[in-house]
């Protein structure tokens, strides 16, 4: 099951598609993986020790006791936890998952709405750490909460982190992930494919070997108080996502552009009907990154870009609109070294 959906979300698909194919795919992925009922396994107890067990008791409260890797066992589908019951909450207490390169740290799946995973709580001086796993966390249920964790990946002095993604939220709605770090995974620190009204509040992306934050058909969500720098790939990238937010955002020093809203040519996809649209970016910084520090692709439109500061960025302009005289997109207040348009301003 994870790897099919990792498949449906390649980049070396996307970059064949149009952005109709490339929502539809996501689409057909989302439901296959919906369709495969999880393998059975065994129940946790409230107090887990090991990995290798399902929170299927709806309402309960489970407690991770000491550090977990993947040697104590994994589950039937090949990870470390997983929850399958509505109203659970996971207290990490400020534990370590680790992993060998394989499997998902802990998965919410599609059975599982509102749930609760924290690393720790305000009376705990640790914060949790996952890394080593193929995902760090997966969330496939509606209505969840992910917060408090220090590192989902690695950091500066252990800059190997999970081998794709750090957290991954697939075709779901109403998440809200906050006070995280999701730096030095392979590819993005932190995907979003489909579903959207999310909340993604006080966290870092940084270092990751692809994007920061990619939003990829997911509409309505926001960003708020976030560092997404160091990247291999664009700082934060919108591929026909629609009525997202970005608010006080530190987008800087990435390896391609800051901030990217459109459907994909500039990602290296080809540009379809649908762009992204209706965005707002706000009071944040895109500066010093390779290429521009923030790009409109053509067809993306009705985009607000306000209060943005873009300088020594490393492109032919720092603040690019694609679209002939810049379409219904706003630019208001914004500071800029170098610009694509007169418009922009």
Known sequence: MQKMRIRVIDRRIVSLMTCGMFALAVAVGLATSASAA????????????????IMDKRGSTYTVMNDLNDGQGLTPNGNCLEISADHVLLDLMGNALIGSGSGTAIVIQ??????????????????????????????????????LFRQIGGNQFNPHGNTTYGVVLNGVSNTTVDDFNASFNGQDGLLVVGGGSHRFMNFDTTNNGADGVALNASNGNTLFNCTTTGNGGQGVLMISADSNQVFTGAINGNQKNGILLGCGKSAGASCGSHGSNFNRVSDSGANGNQAAGIVIDKGS??????????????GSFDAIDSNSRCDDDTWFNNTFGTVSQSCIH
């Open 110 to 147: 599609k059975t599982a709405q509102f749930a609760v995973i924290q690393g720790t709580d305000p009376n705990e001086a640790a914060q949790a750490i996952v890394n080593s796993w193929n995902i760090g966390i997966e969330d496939d249920g509606n209505n969840a909460t992910i917060e």
């Open 301 to 314: 439109s009705a985009n607000a870009i306000t209060s943005l500061k873009a300088q020594g960025n490393g």
């Open 38 to 53: 999880p393998k059975p396994g065994n129940s946790c107890s409230s107090s887990i020790t090991a990995c290798g067990c």
